[in-house]
């Protein structure tokens, strides 16, 4: 069955940048979205932006301008960039495929979540 | 921007009725989903497209969605259901939104 594979550093220093890569392993990363969502440590979740496998993005407004995610179908990867980190950025990051349906009403869910990486902003 | 409200916490005695609800602006004209996080756990989808369950989850977890509310539903609650629940949906400005999460505790 497909898993999804988190990897990265786990420390970054203030105003870098944090990269991230999802490996997919058990099926095709094409014809699927793919997302990226974080979870602060007792907090909730939060959704950082989804990309196609055409390479077609759709970002959180709240995130918007210090994030990037590309795809690289070769290796079966997608990765994301979030520029000028800050503490707040410290959580667990958890990479997802989605699955779309536009019919009478748009819907967009997650079925298979990699098991989560953490990520501290520490100098 | 476009909020999901959900109870941060519910309980629930073991075998009962469980409901978490999801309260935003016209839900009902959107497609909810919910997922289940155990402690420690990555998220896994429980339901989807408002009331479908994807393959492996029991049946005793069920969906709806109506008006302004979208609603979790788990009868015979178990021990092992005990997590925290996440509603989601896909905004018209086109991205997507988590509720704050419900904690789950079967009494």
């Known amino acids: 069955q497909v898993q999804l594979q988190e990897s990265g550093p786990g420390l970054v220093k203030p105003s870098e940048t944090l990269s991230l890569t999802c490996t997919v392993s058990?099926?095709?990363?094409?014809?699927?979205?793919w997302s990226w969502s974080r979870q602060p440590a007792g907090k909730g979740l939060e959704w950082i932006g989804r990309?196609?496998?055409?390479?077609?993005?759709n970002y959180n407004p709240s995130l918007k301008s210090r994030v990037t995610m590309s795809v690289d179908t070769s290796k079966n990867q997608f990765s994301l960039k979030l520029r000028s980190v800050t503490a707040a950025d410290t959580a667990v990051y958890y990479c997802?495929?989605?699955?779309?349906?536009?019919?009478?009403?748009?819907?967009?869910?997650?079925?298979?979540w990699g098991k989560g990486t953490t990520v501290t902003v520490s100098s | 921007s476009y909020e999901l409200t959900q109870p941060p916490s519910v309980s629930v005695s073991p075998g009962q009725t469980a409901s978490i609800t999801c309260s935003g602006d016209?839900?009902?004209?959107?497609?909810a989903c919910w997922y289940q996080q155990r402690p420690g756990q990555s998220p896994v989808l429980v339901i989807y497209q408002d009331s479908k369950r994807p393959s492996g989850i029991p049946e005793r977890f069920s969906g709806s969605n109506s008006g302004n509310t979208a609603t979790l539903t788990i009868s015979g609650t178990q021990a092992m259901d005990e997590a925290d629940y996440y509603c989601?949906?896909?905004?018209?400005?086109?991205?997507?939104?988590f509720g704050g999460g419900t904690k789950l505790t079967v009494l």
């Open positions: 989601q949906a896909w905004d018209s400005s086109s991205y997507l939104v």
């Open positions: 016209k839900l009902g004209d959107k497609y």
């Open positions: 058990g099926d095709s990363i094409s014809s699927y979205y």
């Open positions: 990309i196609y496998t055409s390479g077609s993005t």
């Open positions: 997802a495929r989605g699955h779309e349906y536009s019919g009478s009403h748009y819907y967009y869910y997650m079925d298979v």
